[in-house]
């Protein structure tokens, strides 16, 4: 059988050495000048590879459709590509938030592992290639594909040309427009693990500020919902916020009802726990034990040992007591808001910011469309789907980069 594969990227080039491996002439196709250009950029340029949690966890860390990817992590899973990984010379490590990483650090090191495979699996890669479009017959079976430079048969093709997301890596939604014309649905596709637009009094005057171990919850103040929490690290920008948990909470946030809609009304907050291991009385205790030690200081140099230097004017500013003040004059009232203040800081989050800065794309070709079991159309026979293309998006920590794996070795099975 003469397969083509469309993108090689993750999701393409697992395809592409699972069709080889069963067989088949495999031709990958690839618009940029090598394979695994947005491999580079994942984990800031680390490559988070997987996850080392139990396969059976991995659905409940996929908010976008996670049930539909079942076969696809049996066929193949995070314990397989790194052992893949390791046969080519990539030792990896365990890191917080059971993250897998190369132990070198180096993203280039995954992507040239995976090229490697390639080249030793005998695909005929062609780079700086552009498809134009997919051909099909009158039964709407595919007969292959169309480059700007040739016309390549084939019996099966497997479109793998990623998301929406960091467009300068060829992930620039062409496979929507080939999966569209061919009478597949487009879910509304938009950025999945990306920073948020937040209220900039407060943002811009922290930007660059990193926090860790703080506890984290988006809130509908309209209905007095908890709409996502969670705890880790997180970052103040110039327009807003982002990190870990922020980006994770992105993928709850746009599925939340009406979220347009609830942001542009004011009601969805970001309220930050700063001191997540102290209860209120016991962070009140702590600050009067500081103000004990600093009586004789003014109020605004009694924060040093609780808050980061950046972060102590806005504190004082929000808490409303005169940064003046002498230690000892603050307060019970003013103390108890200032506690309040710590455990409950609320920022209001105006919007996301564009997909072209998201981690991955959320939305794509309806999974009701594809086979679960081998990712073949159920409206064109021949044509299979692998990796961001396909309406599934998860959470930050190899997740998806373990679905580009999974479904692109499903798809080039036989």
Do not use: W
């Amino acid at each position: 059988m003469k397969v083509v594969v469309i993108g090689g990227g993750p999701a393409g080039m697992l395809a592409s050495i699972s069709a080889a491996k069963a067989g088949n002439q495999v031709i990958l196709v690839e618009k940029n000048n090598q394979l695994g250009k947005k491999i580079l950029i994942t984990g800031k340029g680390r490559c988070n590879i997987t996850s080392s949690l139990d396969m059976s966890e991995f659905i409940s860390n996929v908010p976008g459709n996670g049930k539909f990817l079942y076969s696809a992590f049996e066929n193949f899973t995070n314990q397989d590509i790194i052992n893949m990984l390791k046969k080519e010379g990539v030792s990896v490590k365990e890191e917080r938030g059971n993250r897998i990483f190369p132990v070198s650090d180096r993203a280039e090191d995954v992507r040239k592992a995976l090229e490697n495979l390639v080249k030793k699996s005998d695909i005929d890669v062609k780079l700086n290639c552009e498809v134009k479009d997919i051909l099909i017959d009158k039964e709407n079976k595919v007969t292959g594909v169309l480059t700007e430079k040739e016309t390549i048969s084939a019996d099966k093709v497997i479109l793998a040309t990623g998301g929406k997301s960091y467009p300068l890596t060829g992930s620039t939604g062409d496979g929507y427009k080939f999966a569209e014309k061919l009478g597949h649905t487009i879910k509304e596709t938009r950025g999945s693990l990306v920073p948020l637009l937040a209220d900039k009094s407060i943002c811009s005057r922290l930007q660059g500020l990193s926090l860790r171990n703080v506890g984290i919850e988006f809130i509908d103040i309209k209905n007095n919902r908890k709409i996502y929490d969670d705890f880790g690290e997180m970052l103040f920008t110039h327009f807003g916020v982002s990190g870990p948990t922020i980006l994770s909470s992105s993928a709850h946030l746009l599925r939340y009802k009406n979220i347009d809609e609830n942001i542009s009304n004011g009601n969805v907050y970001l309220k930050i726990d700063l001191k997540p291991a102290l209860s209120k009385e016991k962070l009140d205790a702590r600050i009067l034990r500081d103000f004990d030690e600093m009586k004789n200081k003014q109020f605004k140099n009694s924060l040093d040992k609780l808050l980061p230097k950046k972060m102590i004017d806005v504190i004082i500013d929000l808490s409303g007591i005169n940064m003046n003040k002498m230690v000892n004059e603050v307060t019970k009232e003013e103390r108890t808001k200032l506690v309040e203040l710590l455990k409950n800081l609320r920022i209001k989050i105006n919007g996301f910011r564009p997909v072209e800065e998201a981690i991955v794309t959320a939305g794509g070709i309806n999974v009701k469309e594809i086979n679960p079991k081998n990712m073949e159309s159920k409206i064109v026979k021949g044509l299979f789907f692998a990796g961001e293309i396909i309406d599934v998006d998860a959470y930050t920590g190899g997740f998806n980069l373990q679905i580009a794996y999974s479904t692109g070795y499903t798809a080039g099975l036989e």
